[in-house]
Structure formats: structure tokens, C-alpha cells
């Protein structure tokens, strides 16, 4: 459309409105500027601030971290999350600890010694709560009981089956006074297992075999650790400042027993966000003294010089096959010829192109100890050789079984986050590339991925398992038949067998051999296909030291860091 | 106009009772509950559980329990925030996500009449051209890059100027929220650029403003008696619903810049199936637009005295 | 008739015969146009609306005719080829299959063979027999700062083999001898070599490099793939995923809108024009759609469509976009015709009888279509973002079927490494957005009513 020429009245009221609108223009910055004034009062009054302060605040002797996400809340009798275990690692101490070193060393209790079904630990006078009241054996018990009940119905109340009575106790079937633990005075426990565990020491590190007082826990009303004011902390730092979605801020705890060897005073966890790039432009605003990478900003990483660190957090993941009787997928031949095209070595290399993956071979990953040194030492998996062409003839083995002219299309069922996608599309790619098999991708949210696992509406899932405690078993007995995390209904007696064994004993030599047979059960019968070992690639301030990263226990530990002076030069 | 309001208010009490209503229901037909964990539950703690949480009764009893908690002001306790009571969780996080929103909203406003205004005026000349080429760009790049992008530049003026003029993330002053507002608010700005600028065109060339020009009366009360107080009316329309989605729509910009807004909490709450969090946050988000809207409404009647309120 | 002088005259009858029709005064300059015709004329008219429905003919061939030219399955996954930017080196070398290897010791820190994107093998003397060595790679030099790069591995052996996501890039490597608590020490090897992109002949053969008979020698060159817009994060073709992405981008972005706007303006005309108590339930039952949470309704009628899982999943998308987005045009349009409602002109076309249909449909949308047609334009992009921000949930389109918001998604992630994962979807939105929004105005151009006479 061709517009008129302007006329002079025209362009002199253009003029004149411009005029008026820059006037406007004024008012409303001005304006802004006012609500903004008021907001900031405002927010003033409601005090939901982050402390803004650098990565390393020498003044203070204070770090800056993020966390991904909020602590659901911090009783220990019921935290299961990443998050909660972090915190509770730095504010709690059990009766035992593991050292820089991950090895087991004295916490609350200063000697304990273990016999056949039963362990005796004593506990220290000078322990003391964060409000100054001691720390008795009488706080073991009443947390372990409270884990127990049934009406907290703690999802980690398993760990505490060890002892006797605890299965009982949690089916609701016996009361909790039943627990077979006792108090011969206020600083000794002694706990009467169920049969012999050989990993009992090391179980009592874990968040729910921590102490709770009892007063404390009653008077919270149904509250306690779902906020700074609702608990009484027993390790080396307390929370003087929780800001719900927002910040948390840990204080050196005057009151802990072993406050000498906390170097840092304060630990302020000052950003709460799920997102990697954010939480790696805090790093690089100098705001946070750590961060994760991911495959995708690894090369601003290195542009930037930073000193990159790898971990391996111990879990591992895997695709898991439903064997039911009405899933095609329980036919042996079709899971054997996945078996023998899919690449993990590809995976782990090209695809999640992280430093601290390594390709799956077992169930069990490699920091788990054996007899003398690593399992995977001393018992290798089996290599899996790929081999199309057999490959190929399994799948017409499994035609012919199934009665099928073609494999129909074969569900999998995978999370809604970016990285699960990838690997679900991996998947998919390779099986149709090299077998024809056509795959459709279930993508479920968190809640609806879950429901389906449980009813077995799948034909393979991308699953993962992280520990929950320094022992084979925490895998070995994942595919039990009557393990309800067996999702696949994975069920054989050979299984159900070895794992029954392996409970009984306590022998290490004949455990890890039990061990070995479940790692070559898995591969033989093609359980699961093992895809990758997870690592964790982080960077670090280079003025903070001694940071630890936890297979077991709180991912990040501090306890043990301090801040480099800065050198003189 | 105060009985007006009444009768509005109790409509809007009627409207939130349905919505709550199919919140609830839709919310139970979705398969999975809020007690499906990573790690299996056995039987009996799951019976247990249900017991607690009240589950295990009928949903048209669980029904009559929430609507008669919800007439007492009580929203229940979360399912995965636990221990914290929902009203906790809304007073607490409702501030920053308003704040946030107010913000975006006057942003968006603001820029959007003045710009609209402008581009009007100027029509087919360059200003018009490059404001509408921002338009553009405003509208078709997402919030999520608009917001990373943001925070990326953010890293940079920091970088480059060797200290923080502004902070990357997190909450707590105005220099915290001036960059994630802005975000937030640019691609509404962008929408009521373009609305004000329809708008001010139909106005310019209209009987009443020729009548205007033709009686004499000077040309800055023509513009803004005439021509901005007619053409605002479809942007304040608007503007009610935008005020609910800004302030509900921030889930991308608060996980991005780490700020204790309530948007997370609801998405999380919605593929985490938090019963009690789900139905909390509807309700009241429900409320406060049902209440954006009759506010609207009313500033409508007092703008445009064309429309009568009964 | 000129200005004759009045005289006297007699008349006869032959001096009324009627005046021949050599000119036709009945006649009209221009033919008569309905509202539409003449709507028609002016778009056309208008340079911008015509730049614009070309734009949208583009993408549509784009769109239709795009993957019947280039024919490239866009599910394909390349893992040699991860993320190449467009224009990229592609030239490979063919070498013998991958066989796992075991050092064979060396007096120096030096390659064990040149290194290649299969594997990089190095091998040094055992300075460090008993706490072992930390491999570091980066392709940056090491600088006083010490930035060795990336931890690859620890090792208790005096020889390491790379294979994790190489690249035909050059490499500083440096091994490290870690001391008891495994940090690092100060005495550590570094050297620096350049990777070469090879391919084995399975497949090269897989590929189609290589005929099945044939067998090249090793060493032989070849050149991987084009692809003209580079590759994605798992090795597929951008340009072939741009133009299937389009299917449903374009789809949602479309039709969406379409219907949203479309019952918003019905809904909104009925409430507007018929006002009174029949208004105001419509009006509230609005506010009750608005505030429907999306999210949670999107998962059920994903659930209540009974979606299996592998199909795309856009219908129900659409079903849920059409179901709760309409109540903002329809407050939209209910405004603008309570306004036109008490116009002159509609009480004159009452005064003369004109039916209500005829009232609305001929004075009172083509009023508003103004504005209808800019909640149309934004809706457009909004709809494609809807559509990415449900798929980076889990509840839009299944993988591998691609979407340009998703691609978005995919893409913002590796913007400072590899810019064009996430500029050419952004691109394509950015023009379709254009391209509806330039003709959006001219639409509003030609239909408006008020503009008619303008010309």
C-alpha cells in the first residue's frame, strides 16, 4: 500500500504526539524506578534473600555452593535424595564415619567391635547436640524405631532389617520395643542382628541409622527437619538459615564433639536451580566454588582453562527387559541378539562423550571392593563380543519361537530428561540399523515413568540403580524374585538361589564368588544389558581444597576442605 | 458499581469451585499417585502410607474432605515437600513470582503502549519498520533462549568489567530481578507492541478523531484523551490473563536464574502428581486471575464509559 | 445544458425523441467488489503481504516437496559425524577394523601409533610404577596455569588408549604420576599430536563409501556425507530433520491457532452481541477454561486420547491446545464487539433491519479482525513453543520425530560450541513468524473495513 505523503498538519501532530509520548516515556521510567524501590523494601520485609557473595569469602572463611534441588526435608529417618544426603552428610554424624580416605573411622562412638550376630558400640560422654544436651544411645534407638514404624513408613526402613525384629517391627507386626538393640547405660548400644551381616560397621554410617532425640522429635509436632528451627544437629556444622527454594546457610557447629578439624566456618548454599548452564555461569561469575559439567558445555570448560576433575558416583544403568509372560521381550534369543549389537562402548565414547563414563560389562560397578582388592579385579566380567551375524540368526530363533512372521514393535519406556532421551534415541537408532527392529519410545514424566515400571507396561526400560550401602548386595539383590525393584520380574531359581546364599554368608571369599556367578547369571541369561557406569565431571575453585566426592554417603563433602591462603608472591 | 463487584466476586467464588472441582478429578483419572517411589514400597507400608495421607478412601470422599478443608483455608500438607504445609509454600513463594510478574507486567506495559504508540504513529517510516523487526525477534526466539542468553550476557558484562554490576542469579534485591523481569516480560512487551499498534491505527483513522481534528481541539489532547485512552482498551483486556500466565509462566526463567519463585513448585508438583501441592496452586492461581479478570473488568467500565456495567 | 437564452418556441413531437446512447453514464469506473473481492485486490496490492504468502509458500514446499528432493532419512544417526557445523571438513581414511590393544612399553612418552578419531594409543616409560598416572587430553596448549584438560583416566600401566568422543582436531596429551592420595604432582610428560578422521571398511560398506566386493587398501580417502546444514547432536542430517520438524511445528503452529482463534471469535461475537445474562455465564464459563492448569490437563487428554507410546502424540497436543486456549481471543473479541456494539452504524443497520448474522458477520468481525488477526499472528509461535516446551517435558511429540521447537531445546544447550544446532531451527521459527506476521498485516490491511476508503 503506498501511503500518502505526510502533510505538514500531519507530521506537526506526529510531532506533538511524539513529543507527548517521550513525555510519557519519562513518567512511566520514573515509575519503575518507584516500584522498584517499593519492591525492594518489600522484599526486604519478607527476607527470602540470597547472600550474594563470592565463590571464596576469605572474611568470613565461607564457601558458596548450588544445589539442583530444594531438600524435601532433612529428618534422616526418611530423606532418600541426593540434596537431603549432601546437607544431612554435614550437619548429622552417626556413630561411625568414613574418613577422607573412605575409610571407616570413629564418630560418635569411639570403639566398637562386632561379633557374630551381635555389635557392641561405646559412645562418647563429650557428643553433644547443637542445643548442648548429650548425645545418648537412647537417640540411636528412638531414630532407629522411628525409621522402623510404620507409620513414618521411611522407603529406606530396609536397612535397618539388619537388626533383629526390624522387618517385624516395620510389617507392623511387632511393636517397636521389640527392636533388638539395648542400652546398658547411656553411652553404650548393643545390637542384636538377625543373622550375621558382614557389612554392619559400614551400615551405620548411613543417614538412617542416625541418632534423633526424642524430646525434640515429640515437641516439632510432626515437623521435624522441615526447617532450620525443627532440628537439633549432631555433625560438624548446623543450619542457621534455611530459605525455602532459595538458600541454605551452614554454621560450624560449637557444639560438635570434633570441631577442630572443620576448617571451613561457613558453608553457604546460596543458588538452588536443576539447570547445568546456570549453575556453570555462577561458577564463572566467581559466585559458586563448584559445579558439574555436562557433554555439552565441557568445551567452555577447557576454553576457560579450568582445572577438571572426574568421579565415578558408583551407579550404573542399564536396559532393563521385561520378562513377564506377556511380553515378547521374555523370549531369551531376542534379548541374546540385542546383546550382540548394541554398543556400549559406542554409547559411553560418542554419544555421552563424558570423561567419567564407563561402558557397562557387569552389574556391579568397579568400586565395589571383592575379597583384597576391587571385585571387578578379581573377578572381570565377561567381555561381550558383538557379532551381527549371530545376532541375526538369534533373532530368527526367537521368530520361530515366538511363532511371530515379524517382532512386532517393542516399547521403551525412558524418563523426560535430555540426557535419557539421547540414549533412548541411541537405542532405538542401533536396534533398527542393525536388526530391523522397530522400537517406539514411551517418554514419561517422573511419576507416570514409575507407575509404568510397576505395572510392567513396557518392553524395556533405561533403569538405573545407585547404592544405598558399601556392599555388593546393594546390586546383587536387585533381580531377586521377590525384590519389588525388580521391575522386569526378572525370576530364576538360579538367582533367587545365589542371592539366598550370599544373604546367609558371611565368609568374604565364598560372598564374592556367589557374587561372581550372579555378575555371569546376569550376562548368561541376558537379565539386563549393562549400558554405562555414571561419572561426574566437576570443576573446583583452585583456592579450594580437599573437597571429597562420595560413592556412599553425602555426593560433596567438605568436612574435610579448607581455603588455600592466597600465596605471596 | 459496587453491587456490580459483589455479584462479580461471588461468580468468581462459584468459577474457582469448579475449578477446583476438575482440577481434582482430572488430577485422579492420571495414572500413578504421589506415594510411587524410586524404590518400591511393599504392601504394607504402602497400605500405611495411604492410611496417612488418606488415600485409600473413595475420591469422592478424599473429595468432600478437601472441599471441606478448603472452605476452612486449609490446603494440606505436600506430598514431596514434607512437612511443609501448602499455605507455607504458596506465602512463601507467591511474593517472588508476584514481584517478578508485577515487574514483567509493567515492563511489558509500559513498552508496549509507548512502543505500539509509536510505531502507530510513525507507520511505515524506520521507526515503525525496526521496532517491528524487534517485535519479531521478541516473539519468535523462546523464553528459554531469551532467558540463557540473557544470563550469558549477564557472565560477560561482569567479565568484562572485572566486578558484579549485576548479579547472574538468585533473589534477594532490585538488581536481581531487573534482568530476569525483563525476560520475562519481552515477549508480552513484544505481543502488546503489536496489539497497541493495531489498535492505535483503527483509532487514527476514525470518525471521532477527524471530528476532533476537524473542531480544532490541539493535537496533544487528540492523542491522548482521543487516541492512546481508545486504543489501551484491547491491551487491558489482555492484560489480566497475561498478568496469570507471567506469573505462572516464570518456570523457565526461575530454574534458569535460581529464584524461589512458586512456577517450579507447580510444575514439579504436576509431574511429581503432588496432590495436595496441584490442587493448592490451582486454586489459588485460579483465585487470584478470576480476580484479575473482575479488576479488569472494572477498570474496563471506568475507561471505556461505552460499556455499561449492568 | 448550456446557459441558452430563453426564447419563444414552438415544439414538435420528433423534437423529444430520446437521445441516442452513445455514452454509457450508468457505467462505473471500477466493477463492484464484495468486502472479500475487494479485500483480495488490496492484499494484493500490498508488496509486504505479497513477500509474506511467498515466504509461507516457500515453507511449504519446504515443508512437502523439501524431503522428496533431499531425501535423507532424518532419523539416521552418524556418531562420526556428532555435531558438525555446516561446511565442515569431511574427508575420512579408511583403516583396518578396531582390535583392542594392550601397550607394548616404550623408553619415551610418545603416540604408540598416529593417532586417529578410532583410537588414540599412547605409551610412556613406567616413571610412576607405584601410585600410577593420570591422563589428561585438551585442546588447548597446557600454559603456565597448568590447564591439563580433561581427566580421561587413572592407570597403574605405562600405556593409555583414548577413545572417548575424538575428534579430527589437534591434542595436547599429558600423562601425570599421582602420588598415594592420587593428586596430582609436578612431574608430568606432555605431547601434542593431530587426530585423522578414519572410518573402517564395514563402515565405509554400511555407508555405501564402498561397494560390498570391493576392498580398498588401507590408507585409502573418502568424503563422508554432505550435509548442507551440518549435523545434530547424534549425527543427523539438520537440513532433512528441519524439514520434517516442519510437518509439526508448522501443523501446530497452523492449525492451532486456527481453531483456537476461530472458536474464540465465535464464542466471544455470541457472548458480546448477545450480552445480558447469556454473556456473563459465557464470560465466567471462560475464566473457569483459563484457569485450568495445561499442564495437568495436556497429561490427560494424552492419557484419555489414549496415546500409545511411539506415536506422535500431536493430536492430542492439539486437542488440549484447542480446548484451553481459546478464552483469551474470545475475551478478546466479546471487548471489541460490546464496544462496535454501541456504534452509530449498528444502530443504523438495526434501524434498517438488518438481521443479526448479517450485523455480525458484515459490520462487527470484519471490526475486529484487526486484532483477531494479531492474537492469530502471536499465536503462532506461541502454539510452536507450546509444542517445544511439551516435548522437553515428555509429553509432546515422541523421539525421534523431530519438531523445530524441540530442535530449539536440543540446540540451546551446545549454543557457544556449536551455534548452528540452535540458530537454524530459531531461523526457521523467526521466518515463519515473519512471514505470518507480515501477513497478518496485510490481511488487516485489506480487511479491514475502516481502511477501504483509504486508498
Redesign the interface.
Known amino acids: 500500500?503506498v501511503?500518502p505523503p505526510a502533510t505538514d498538519s500531519e507530521s506537526?501532530?506526529?510531532q506533538?504526539?511524539?513529543?507527548?509520548?517521550l513525555v510519557?516515556?519519562g513518567v512511566?521510567f520514573v515509575?519503575?524506578a518507584i516500584?522498584?524501590?517499593a519492591?525492594?523494601a518489600?522484599?526486604n520485609l519478607?527476607a527470602?534473600?540470597?547472600?550474594?557473595a563470592q565463590a571464596i569469602d576469605d572474611v568470613n572463611n565461607m564457601i558458596s555452593i548450588?544445589i539442583r534441588e530444594?531438600p524435601?526435608?532433612l529428618?534422616s529417618t526418611?530423606a532418600?535424595d541426593a540434596s537431603s544426603g549432601m546437607i544431612i552428610g554435614h550437619v548429622f554424624e552417626g556413630l561411625l564415619r568414613m574418613n577422607a580416605?573412605d575409610q571407616l573411622e570413629a564418630g560418635i562412638a569411639h570403639k566398637w567391635h562386632v561379633t557374630d550376630t551381635q555389635v557392641h558400640f561405646w559412645l562418647r560422654t563429650d557428643a553433644r547436640w547443637s542445643d548442648g544436651s548429650t548425645i545418648t544411645a537412647q537417640d540411636f534407638v528412638f531414630g532407629w524405631q522411628t525409621a522402623l514404624s510404620?507409620?513414618v513408613?521411611s522407603?529406606?526402613?530396609f536397612l535397618l532389617f539388619h537388626i533383629k525384629n526390624g522387618r517385624a517391627i516395620?510389617?507392623?507386626e511387632l511393636p517397636a520395643s521389640e527392636l533388638g538393640v539395648s542400652t546398658p547405660n547411656d553411652f553404650e548400644l548393643i545390637v542384636q542382628l538377625e543373622r550375621p551381616v558382614a557389612f554392619f560397621d559400614k551400615m551405620v554410617t548411613f543417614p538412617t541409622y542416625l541418632p534423633v532425640p526424642q524430646k525434640f522429635y515429640q515437641a516439632t509436632a510432626?515437623?521435624?527437619?522441615?526447617d532450620a528451627s525443627?532440628l537439633l544437629y549432631s555433625g560438624p556444622y548446623t543450619i542457621s538459615n534455611w530459605?525455602?527454594?532459595?538458600?541454605l546457610l551452614l554454621e560450624k557447629n560449637e557444639h560438635y564433639w570434633d570441631k577442630d578439624r572443620i576448617a571451613i566456618d561457613k558453608i553457604n548454599i546460596?543458588?538452588?536451580?536443576?539447570?547445568s548452564?546456570?549453575s556453570l555461569?555462577?561458577f564463572?561469575?566467581d559466585?559458586i566454588a563448584t559445579t558439574t559439567l555436562?557433554?555439552?558445555?565441557?568445551?567452555?570448560a577447557?576454553?576457560e582453562?579450568?582445572?577438571?576433575?572426574?568421579h565415578q558416583d558408583g551407579a550404573i544403568f542399564f536396559l532393563e527387559f521385561n520378562h513377564r509372560k506377556s511380553h515378547i521381550t521374555q523370549n531369551y534369543n531376542l534379548r541374546r541378539s540385542m546383546q550382540l549389537v548394541l554398543d556400549m562402548?559406542?554409547l559411553?565414547?560418542?554419544?555421552t562423550?563424558l570423561?567419567g563414563y564407563l561402558p557397562g560389562e557387569s552389574l556391579f560397578p568397579e568400586f565395589l571392593m571383592g575379597v583384597e582388592t576391587h571385585f571387578r579385579k578379581e573377578y572381570p566380567a565377561t567381555k561381550n563380543v558383538l557379532d551381527r551375524v549371530r545376532a541375526r540368526e538369534h533373532i530368527k530363533l526367537a521368530k520361530h519361537e515366538l511363532g511371530l512372521e515379524a517382532i512386532p514393535?517393542l516399547?521403551?519406556?525412558t524418563?523426560?530428561n535430555?540426557v535419557s532421551?539421547?540414549q533412548?534415541?541411541?537405542v532405538?537408532?542401533s536396534l533398527?540399523?542393525h536388526l530391523d527392529l522397530d522400537?517406539?519410545?514411551?517418554?514419561?514424566?517422573?511419576?507416570?515413568r514409575?507407575?509404568?515400571m510397576?505395572a510392567g507396561e513396557f518392553d524395556m526400560v533405561l533403569a538405573g540403580w545407585g547404592p544405598d550401602y558399601d556392599d555388593p548386595l546393594t546390586f546383587g539383590d536387585l533381580f531377586a524374585s521377590w525384590?519389588?525393584?525388580n521391575?522386569g520380574r526378572y525370576a530364576s531359581d538360579a538367582m533367587d538361589g545365589f542371592i539366598s546364599q550370599v544373604q546367609d554368608s558371611v565368609d568374604p571369599a565364598t560372598r564374592m564368588r556367589l557374587f561372581a556367578q550372579i555378575q555371569q547369571l546376569v550376562y548368561d541369561d541376558v537379565v539386563i544389558l549393562p549400558m554405562y557406569e555414571r561419572g561426574v565431571?566437576y570443576v573446583v575453585h583452585p583456592r579450594l581444597k580437599g573437597m571429597k566426592r562420595r560413592v556412599i554417603g553425602p555426593q560433596v563433602d567438605f568436612t574435610n576442605a579448607y581455603i588455600e591462603p592466597v600465596s605471596v608472591n | 458499581m459496587a453491587s456490580y463487584a459483589l455479584k462479580r466476586l461471588l461468580q468468581g467464588l462459584i468459577t474457582v469451585w469448579f475449578i477446583a472441582t476438575a482440577t481434582f478429578f482430572g488430577m485422579h483419572a492420571v495414572p500413578g499417585d504421589p506415594l510411587t517411589g524410586d524404590k518400591a514400597l511393599t504392601e504394607k507400608i504402602r497400605e500405611n502410607l495411604e492410611v496417612k495421607y488418606g488415600l485409600n478412601q473413595p475420591v469422592i470422599t478424599q473429595y468432600g474432605i478437601f472441599l471441606k478443608n478448603l472452605a476452612k483455608g486449609d490446603l494440606g500438607i505436600s506430598f514431596t515437600q514434607e512437612n511443609r504445609r501448602v499455605n507455607d509454600i504458596i506465602a512463601e513463594h507467591f511474593p517472588v513470582s508476584a514481584t517478578l510478574g508485577v515487574l514483567a507486567i509493567f515492563f511489558a506495559a509500559i513498552g508496549g503502549i509507548l512502543w505500539g504508540a509509536l510505531t502507530a504513529l510513525y507507520r511505515n517510516r524506520l521507526p515503525d519498520t525496526i521496532i517491528m523487526l524487534l517485535v519479531i525477534l521478541g516473539i519468535s526466539v523462546p523464553s528459554f533462549v531469551v532467558a540463557a542468553v540473557g544470563q550469558l550476557s549477564l557472565v560477560n558484562l561482569n567479565d568484562m568489567a572485572g566486578t558484579s554490576v549485576l548479579p547472574v542469579g538468585g533473589w534477594g534485591t532490585v538488581w536481581h530481578m531487573i534482568v530476569p523481569s525483563l525476560v520475562l516480560g519481552l515477549s508480552t512487551m513484544a505481543y502488546l507492541t503489536r496489539l497497541m499498534r493495531s489498535s492505535m491505527l483503527e483509532i487514527v483513522s476514525s470518525d471521532f478523531v477527524r471530528t476532533a481534528k476537524a473542531k480544532g481541539i490541539p493535537a496533544a489532547q487528540i492523542f491522548t484523551r482521543h487516541q492512546l485512552r481508545n486504543a489501551i482498551l484491547p491491551v487491558i483486556t489482555v492484560l489480566g490473563p497475561s498478568i496469570a500466565a507471567i506469573t505462572t509462566g516464570g518456570f523457565v526463567v526461575e530454574i534458569i536464574f535460581a529464584i524461589p519463585g512458586l512456577g517450579r513448585y507447580f510444575v514439579q508438583a504436576v509431574q511429581q502428581l503432588d496432590y495436595t501441592v496441584i490442587m493448592g496452586t490451582t486454586v489459588f492461581y485460579g483465585a487470584f486471575l478470576v480476580f484479575m479478570v473482575i479488576l479488569v473488568d472494572l477498570i474496563y467500565g471506568w475507561i471505556d464509559p461505552r460499556v455499561r456495567l449492568e | 445544458m448550456t446557459n441558452a437564452e430563453q426564447t419563444a418556441t414552438t415544439f414538435s413531437a420528433d423534437a423529444f425523441a430520446p437521445l441516442a446512447q452513445d455514452q454509457d453514464v450508468q457505467s462505473i469506473s471500477r466493477p463492484s467488489l464484495s468486502y472479500w473481492q475487494d479485500a483480495w485486490l488490496r492484499l494484493r496490492a500490498n508488496r509486504r503481504a505479497l513477500i509474506s504468502l511467498w515466504l509461507v509458500v516457500g515453507l511449504l514446499l519446504f515443508t512437502f516437496l523439501g524431503p522428496v528432493i533431499w531425501q535423507i532419512d532424518p532419523t539416521i544417526q552418524d556418531v562420526e559425524q556428532i555435531s558438525q557445523a555446516p561446511g565442515a571438513n569431511r574427508s575420512v581414511t579408511l583403516v583396518a577394523e578396531y582390535e583392542p590393544w594392550q601397550g607394548q612399553g616404550s623408553s619415551r612418552f610418545a603416540f604408540a601409533e598416529t593417532p586417529t578419531t578410532q583410537s588414540v594409543r599412547l605409551q610412556w616409560e613406567n616413571f610412576n610404577p607405584s601410585y600410577g598416572y593420570r591422563v589428561y587430553r585438551t585442546p588447548y596448549s597446557i600454559g603456565p596455569e597448568r590447564a591439563f584438560g580433561l581427566p580421561l583416566a587413572e592407570t597403574l600401566d605405562p600405556f593409555f588408549e583414548d577413545r572417548l568422543d575424538l575428534r579430527p582436531m589437534n591434542y595436547y596429551y599429558t600423562v601425570m604420576a599421582i602420588d598415594a592420595d592420587g593428586a596430582n604432582t609436578n612431574n608430568y610428560h606432555t605431547i601434542e599430536g593431530t587426530v585423522a578422521r578414519v572410518i573402517t571398511l564395514e563402515d565405509a560398506r554400511s555407508r555405501g563409501l564402498v561397494t560390498t566386493q570391493a576392498n580398498p587398501p588401507i590408507g585409502t580417502k573418502y568424503e563422508f556425507a554432505w550435509h548442507p546444514l551440518g549435523t545434530d547432536y547424534l549425527g543427523r542430517d539438520m537440513l532433512a530433520r528441519l524439514m520434517h520438524g516442519a510437518r509439526v511445528s508448522l501443523f501446530i503452529g497452523f492449525f492451532a491457532p486456527f481453531l483456537y482463534v476461530l472458536i474464540g471469535v465465535i464464542y466471544g461475537s455470541t457472548a458480546g452481541f448477545i450480552g445480558g445474562v447469556t454473556d456473563q455465564a459465557m464470560m465466567r464459563f471462560a475464566d473457569f477454561v483459563v484457569a485450568l492448569p495445561f499442564l495437568l490437563f495436556m497429561i490427560l487428554f494424552k492419557v484419555m486420547t489414549n496415546t500409545g507410546p511411539g506415536e506422535s502424540g500431536i493430536i492430542p497436543m492439539l486437542f488440549a491446545m484447542v480446548v484451553l486456549l481459546w478464552p483469551a481471543t474470545a475475551r478478546l473479541v466479546r471487548g471489541q464487539i460490546l464496544q462496535i456494539r454501541e456504534e452509530g452504524y449498528i444502530s443504523a443497520g438495526r434501524l434498517l433491519g438488518a438481521k443479526t448474522n448479517y450485523l455480525v458477520l458484515r459490520h462487527m468481525i470484519p471490526n475486529t479482525m484487526g486484532v483477531i488477526l494479531v492474537t492469530v499472528t502471536f499465536a503462532v509461535p506461541s502454539a510452536i513453543f507450546t509444542e517445544a516446551f511439551l516435548s522437553f517435558i515428555g509429553m509432546g511429540v515422541a523421539p525421534p520425530t523431530p519438531s523445530w521447537g524441540s530442535m530449539c531445546n536440543e540446540g540451546i544447550k551446545t549454543m557457544l560450541t556449536h551455534p548452528h544446532e540452535l540458530i537454524f531451527p530459531a531461523l526457521f521459527i523467526s521466518i515463519t513468524v515473519l512471514a505470518f506476521n507480515m501477513l497478518g498485516d496485510g490481511l488487516r490491511d485489506a480487511l479491514d473495513a475502516r481502511m477501504r476508503n483509504r486508498e
Open positions: 500500500m501511503e506537526a501532530f506526529a506533538t504526539a511524539g513529543k507527548q509520548l510519557f516515556g512511566a515509575a519503575i516500584l522498584m524501590l519492591l525492594q518489600l522484599t519478607m527470602s534473600n540470597t547472600t550474594t548450588a530444594e524435601p526435608q529428618n526418611v532418600t580416605k510404620p507409620e513408613a522407603e529406606y526402613a516395620n510389617a507392623g510432626g515437623k521435624y527437619g522441615a525443627e530459605v525455602h527454594g532459595s538458600s546460596a543458588y538452588i536451580t536443576s539447570d548452564t546456570a555461569n555462577f564463572k561469575d559466585k555436562t557433554a555439552e558445555n565441557l568445551d567452555s577447557l576454553e582453562r579450568w582445572q577438571i576433575k572426574k562402548e559406542e559411553v565414547y560418542k554419544v562423550k570423561p514393535p516399547m521403551l519406556l524418563g523426560d535430555a532421551n539421547i533412548a534415541e541411541w532405538q537408532a533398527k540399523k522400537i517406539r519410545i514411551d517418554k514419561q514424566i517422573f511419576k507416570q514409575l507407575a509404568k510397576t525384590n519389588l525393584n521391575r565431571t
